[in-house]
């Protein structure tokens, strides 16, 4: 097999298309999701974003029990959820409800983000200036998953739910200390020194006794060609480049190759279409296999959305034909 060690998994921020009502991207990640069981992929992740035009996903627990309740054996969990946001005791409650309504099938990815711009963070009782609680946060979270906390969330569970830490650089050393598994995406992969940091994390967790476990996020598209792969990846770059330049993350629309662009958005797309990994099977395949080496992992996330559904479930389906193929 290409990747007989690496487990293979998606996250879905269920992304809103124009023309559509936010429900449907809802409904959307649900059928992928039962798709992704069919399959073989390891885990169905979904994400935390409030008050964002493109992403219609602001409750991953509320989401994550559709999700569950429409599958019958694949992982699904939060990619993750952002604790600035919450209390950990509700968090713990949340995901212990899950696990005790789907055993062994509930994970919790937490993460430091904040919200998308100063108004949402306002109506999030957040301050961006505030103090950096994450680390006194996740310990506390861990200790009500694990009955150590001085008080005992219930539902009561004879098992911890699986916590993982979506990291940047300063995180991998919090998951590290914490002895816990590591997601890592975004620009953080592509930083000429994220091998050592990633040794860094390694020696951590095992000086706290437990064993790494690293999983890399990245955008992936599979196509005929590079060309209609990064036909594919265009929405979201476009989307992306939206943001940069008005501040809204909009939702996605159809390829139209004549679409006036600033300079300064074309270089966000260019940047953002180069950062997915994308073309036919044999240059995905080539370029996976370097990340993976570069980095190690135990598991790639993919997290991959455009707007043409069918061209999407395409680009999943051949993924895990990738991963499956004797090699």
Not at 286 to 311: H, I, K, N, P
């Amino acid at each position: 097999m290409m990747f007989p060690q690496v487990r293979l998994s998606l996250l879905d921020r269920s992304r809103t298309r124009s023309g559509e009502p936010d429900e449907a991207a809802l409904g959307h990640t649900v059928a992928r999701a039962r798709r992704a069981e069919q399959l073989g992929y390891h885990r169905f992740w979904v994400a935390e974003h409030h008050a964002v035009p493109g992403i219609a996903s602001g409750s991953p627990p509320v989401l994550i029990a559709a999700v569950a309740a429409r599958t019958d054996r694949i992982r699904v969990g939060s990619g993750g959820v952002m604790l600035p946001n919450h209390q950990p005791i509700v968090v713990a409650e949340q995901f212990a409800m899950l696990e005790a309504l789907f055993p062994g099938r509930i994970d919790l990815g937490a993460g430091r983000s904040l919200g998308f711009t100063p108004p949402v963070r306002r109506a999030l009782r957040r301050d961006a200036a505030g103090p950096d609680t994450f680390a006194a946060d996740l310990a506390e979270l861990r200790a009500y998953l694990d009955g150590t906390a001085p008080v005992t969330v219930r539902p009561r569970l004879d098992r911890p739910v699986p916590l993982f830490v979506l990291a940047t650089g300063r995180g991998l050393a919090v998951a590290g200390d914490a002895g816990l598994p590591v997601v890592l995406g975004g620009p953080a992969l592509d930083r000429d020194g994220i091998g050592e940091e990633l040794a860094d994390y390694r020696a951590r967790v095992r000086a706290a006794g437990a064993q790494p476990y690293v999983v890399v996020s990245r955008d992936v598209l599979v196509a005929d060609s590079v060309a209609a792969a990064r036909e594919l990846a265009l929405p979201e770059a476009w989307a992306l480049a939206a943001a940069r330049t008005t501040g809204q993350f909009p939702a996605l629309e159809p390829v139209d190759p004549g679409r006036p662009l600033s300079a300064r958005q074309r270089t966000v797309v260019e940047d953002a279409v180069g950062r997915t990994v994308h073309g036919d099977e044999a240059a995905v395949a080539d370029e996976l296999r370097d990340l993976l080496a570069r980095t190690g992992a135990d598991e790639l996330l993919a997290s991959t959305s455009t707007f043409d559904r069918a061209a999407l479930g395409e680009s999943d389906a051949r993924l895990v034909r990738m991963f499956r193929r004797d090699g």
